[in-house]
């Protein structure tokens, strides 16, 4: 029955779609199953958080075409994106998109506190460290981060977006979903910072070319963000040697699916 259902849903979605710009019931669509397992990480997260909080409020950086943020099952959810590919999201989400950058969300748009944020967005070190920065600082007590493409496993994977050609950002949309950047020179930066570590719970989730970084504030802001926010100068230092260095193919030595 189940199989006859989904079919059907998937079939309205490929009729509808077209016609009215938007996926309907996209739950059940193909595309949406090949990304639950990020939503279902971020379910399970939910799951284990939310008898803590009531309005469990779930905030996503770079949503790209909305199949995450559809599919995670929290009360309240914004997704922001400067250029979604979703003209719209399931109405059935009940998810709001702001169309600006993390950087002017978090500036001019953000009064809220998030109990559970995933940063998915441009996979760049600088700009994920900005990230990570904005979210500690709106992130209730108790709360988590997600980091999304932690581990590259190749040099096209683990290329920073500032050394691709024209031609070559032309091809990266055709492999966008295996791009990752240099988003793991975050992790690497904090693991070997022993003041860092000393305030953030981090923990590897998935393995190799999937993983995701899942981060908890042990400070509960009180001293991270701070701590953050005057490293940055090195950090930018040490994502140059990152790159400089092909630091990423040190991870399999480094890193397993494990908390450090």
Sequence with gaps: MNYFINLLLLTCNRIIKPVLGYRFLAAFTEKRAQLNGTALILN??????????DNFRYLEIGI???????SVMAQSKIGVDPFPKC?????????????????NFFETENSKEFHLIFIDGLHEGSQAYRDLYNS?????????IYIDDVWPVSDFEAKPISKFTTREILDLKAH??????DVYAVILYILNQ???RSLLEVEIVGRAGQAKCRIKDLSYNQEIVGCLKSKEDDFKRYLEYCN????WATLNNEWSESQF
Excluded at 136 to 144: P, Y
Excluded at 244 to 247: I, R
Aim: glycine letters at 8%.
């Design 176 to 181: 966008v979903h295996s791009w990752k950047g």
């Design 136 to 144: 500690l600082k709106c992130l209730i007590k108790g709360g988590v």
């Design 194 to 196: 022993p003041e860092l």
């Design 244 to 247: 400089q260095n092909s630091l």
């Design 44 to 53: 399970q997260e939910i799951k284990r958080m939310e008898h803590n909080f």
């Design 87 to 103: 003209k719209s999201i399931n109405f059935l989400s009940k998810a709001s998109i702001i169309k600006k950058s993390s950087d």
């Design 64 to 70: 790209y075409e909305g199949f995450v943020i559809e």
